[in-house]
């Protein structure tokens, strides 16, 4: 009986879980958490996902028996969380995340994996039902398993360690950072329009001890000065790209303005928040020294 249901499982649908459009995992590696080492991928969703055959066998269910495997897909759960004596600790969460992800290896094997994050919540449900003296004698282990491994999430959050140990948190901070430059960085630059209000290049001639000069051609250094206390407390990695977008030339300038280059909605909105910030600060501070001190305790 259990050969032949293995058989029909294996033969039912498979064209459907192995056609040509299923996901394709971008980062792989193993996790390594209560003792035990579980295969995971990122794939190319963002989804992370705990590969099949190593969380089975780490929580001790690596062949389970025809039933257990029959009443698993009936639910659509992992094996290992779908015993009668579990079943009132079955979250919703569970139903929604414990059905089998079909998808691709980084070198194209076919793989079968758990959404990552049903991690905790077995772990959880096997915790609980110990504590409340329902376990049978052979799930007592995994118990223990459990235990430990929720021990090791206590601190840190499943997918932060799939993208760690994956090596996908690069690319993440990469994306992260580029949705920002997206909404600060304008793809078209934008006509040039007087963003630094006079009052501000007064207050930096004050705070200096320097003698106030109206004229537009200014020290280089008042530059610095700007990127220092407005552009660089914008988001990191806004000035850096600014930057890039306007080099400087062989005469040691750069050709356009930086506010030219932000967006009209939230980065111009951002760069007059500051620059208001900034003239205020400057005008309560009686010189540079004391400037530094306000913008330290801002």
């Not at 390594?32 to 099949?52: A, F, K, P, T």
């Not at 998808?103 to 758990?114: A, E, H, P, T, V």
């Not at 398993?145 to 948190?169: E, N, P, R």
Request: proline fraction near 5%; glycine fraction near 6%; aromatic fraction near 8%.
């Amino acid at each position: 009986m259990d050969k032949e249901f293995r058989r029909e499982r294996a033969l039912k649908g498979s064209n459907e879980r192995w056609n040509p459009t299923i996901p394709k995992a971008t980062h792989s590696g193993i996790l390594n958490i209560g003792g035990q080492s579980l295969e995971c991928d990122v794939l190319q969703d963002g989804r992370r996902i705990l590969r099949h055959k190593t969380f089975s066998r780490a929580m001790g269910k690596s062949k389970p028996a025809g039933p257990d495997l029959k009443r698993a897909i009936e639910l659509k759960l992992p094996v290992f969380i779908s015993a009668n004596n579990l079943t009132p600790y079955l979250e919703p969460i569970i139903s929604e995340r414990g059905e089998q992800i079909f998808y691709k290896s980084i070198n194209g094997r076919k793989l079968i994996g758990y959404d990552a994050t049903i991690l905790p919540e077995a772990c959880k449900i096997y915790v609980q039902a110990f504590n409340d003296g329902v376990l049978h004698k052979q799930q007592l282990p995994i118990a223990k398993i459990c235990q430990t491994m929720l021990y090791g999430l206590a601190t840190v959050g499943i997918v932060s360690l799939v993208d760690d140990c994956t090596g996908f948190v690069e690319q993440r901070n990469r994306d992260e950072l580029q949705k920002i430059l997206n909404k600060y960085i304008s793809e078209e630059l934008r006509a040039w329009t007087q963003k630094f209000p006079n009052e501000l290049f007064k207050q930096i001639y004050r705070l200096y001890g320097w003698e106030y000069n109206a004229s537009p051609k200014r020290p280089q250094c008042i530059g610095h000065i700007i990127n220092k206390y407005v552009y660089e407390k914008l988001p990191p990695g806004v000035l850096e790209e600014l930057k890039k977008k306007n080099p400087v030339n062989e005469n040691g300038n750069r050709k356009y303005r930086f506010h030219q280059f932000l967006t009209e909605d939230l980065g111009n909105e951002h760069l007059q928040k500051q620059i208001l910030q900034t003239v205020t600060l400057m005008k309560v501070s009686e010189n540079i020294e004391h400037f530094n001190e306000l913008v330290e305790r801002l």
